[in-house]
């Protein structure tokens, strides 16, 4: 089976608008896949100065859909949670972690973390996704 390259996933998560206009960076992991990062400010805040929900769960989704797309998956989201454990106020950075726990043909199922980089858990959101198909097809 062919696997999309850290380039092909980094252009897939530039292709999600709404990352952009977030202004949410895409950086290369080692394992040549790649995370979320954002530095939150007043742009992501609520009224409380810290960084709206919508926000961390569009990162978290993103996230997990990348994951998914990492193993030559397109998928779609079907459902989602998301639990927040932490604030985040403006001016702090954090990180997206996210895990593929069920690679199935129609669904898959994943997880996402979202940590600072002492590894603090801010918010841990999890999702089932349909399997749309493939991004490269098999030779």
């Given at each position: 089976?062919?696997?999309?390259?850290?380039?092909?996933?980094?252009?897939?998560?530039?292709?999600?608008?709404?990352?952009?206009?977030?202004?949410?960076?895409?950086?290369?992991?080692?394992?040549?896949?790649?995370?979320?990062?954002?530095?939150?400010?007043?742009?992501?805040?609520?009224?409380?100065?810290?960084?709206?929900?919508?926000?961390?769960?569009?990162?978290?989704?993103t996230?997990?859909?990348?994951?998914?797309?990492?193993?030559?998956?397109?998928?779609?989201?079907?459902?989602?949670?998301?639990?927040?454990?932490?604030?985040?106020m403006?001016?702090?950075?954090?990180?997206?972690?996210?895990?593929?726990?069920?690679?199935?043909?129609?669904?898959?199922?994943?997880?996402?973390?979202?940590?600072?980089?002492?590894?603090?858990?801010?918010?841990?959101?999890?999702?089932?996704?349909?399997?749309?198909?493939?991004?490269l097809?098999?030779?």
């Open positions: 089976m062919r696997k999309p390259t850290q380039e092909m996933i980094i252009k897939f998560y530039h292709a999600n608008t709404v990352i952009d206009f977030m202004e949410v960076e895409v950086v290369p992991t080692p394992d040549g896949e790649a995370r979320l990062e954002l530095c939150a400010d007043s742009r992501h805040a609520n009224l409380y100065s810290m960084a709206h929900g919508g926000v961390l769960t569009t990162m978290a989704d996230a997990m859909g990348a994951k998914c797309l990492a193993l030559n998956k397109r998928v779609v989201t079907i459902s989602m949670t998301i639990e927040f454990m932490h604030a985040i403006t001016g702090t950075r954090v990180m997206t972690e996210a895990a593929v726990l069920h690679d199935g043909r129609q669904t898959m199922v994943c997880e996402c973390r979202i940590i600072d980089a002492q590894g603090k858990l801010y918010a841990k959101a999890s999702a089932t996704f349909f399997v749309t198909g493939k991004l097809d098999d030779d």
